[in-house]
C-alpha cells in the first residue's frame, strides 16, 4: 500500500506568486491539530502489519516543522516501511537526515528561483547528495525560469534527475516545448493532460490518499470518501478514473495508460527515474 499523506498544514515560508498557499500562517491551535493528526497517522503506520510506503504532499512546507522531520526519521526506521518520501522547498538545513534509514528515505524538493538563492537550493542538493539520500529536484515551467533551470541542471550531479513541471493553465509551442525537454527528457509527460475517465488506475487499490482526520480518498483529486483509515470502514477497491483528465503527476504517475511505473521503477514516490528512464 502507498499512501500520499496530507494533513492540515497549509503555511509556507515562500510567498510564489503561482502558488495559494503562499505566506498562509496556521494558528498555533492549527498547528497543535496538524501534530496531532501526524502522529496519529504515524502511530498507524507504525502498528501496521504489513508493508507501506508514505509520500507527504502537505499544502505548506512541512520541513520547517518539527514534527515532520521526526516522523520521516521514525518511519524510515520501520522495518515495515518500504519508501517515506516528502515534497519540499528544501529551504531547511538537513542535518537531521543522519538519523533515518538512507535507503528508506528521500525527498522531491522544488526549486522557487524568486524565493530562495540559488547557491543555497544546489548546495542542499549537493549536501543530500554527499549524504547519500535519494532525491530529485524540479521547476515549475514557467518562461522567466528557463534560464535557472539550465543553470541547475549543468550544476547538479547528472545523477540526480531535474523534473519540469508545465505551469498550470499554460500552453507551450513545440519550440518552448523543446527547450524544457532539454533539461527534463520527462517533460511530455507534464505538457499535456491525459484523458483518465474510464481509464484503470492504481488508486483506491494499492495507492490511497489520506487526510488528517484519517478520511480515505483515492487520490487528492477526487473527493469521493472511500472510508476511514482508523475506524476499519476503508476497504482497498480498484475502479477506473471518473474524471476527464489527470493533469498532475501524483495523480497521473498511478494511470495504467502510461508507462511510468516503469520510467520510474524503485522511485515513483520521490519522483526519480529508473537508470534507463532519464
Known sequence: ????????????DYDCGYCPFAKRRDSPEQLRADRAALERFTAWVAGRPHGVSVLFTPWGEGLVRSWYRRALVELSRLPHV?????????????????????????????????????????GRCRELAERGVRHSAGIVGLPEHLAAARRLRADLPPEVY??????????????????????DPLFSYSRHPHPSRGVPCRTGDTVISVDGDGTVRRCHFVSEVLGNLYDGTFRPRRSPCPHEICDCHIGYVHLESLPLYDVFAGGILERVPAPQGR
Open 1 to 12: 500500500m502507498t499512501i500520499l499523506y496530507r494533513g492540515p498544514l497549509a503555511s509556507c
Open 82 to 122: 518500504g519508501r517515506v518520501a516528502i515534497q519540499t522547498n528544501l529551504g531547511q538545513r538537513i542535518g537531521w537526515t543522519a538519523g533515518a534509514d538512507l535507503t528508506k528515505l528521500a525527498f522531491w524538493a522544488t526549486y522557487h528561483p524568486d524565493q530562495v538563492p540559488y547557491a543555497r537550493f544546489l
Open 162 to 183: 531535474l523534473w519540469v513541471n508545465a505551469a498550470e493553465g499554460r500552453s507551450y509551442t513545440d519550440a518552448e516545448a523543446a527547450q524544457w525537454s532539454e533539461i
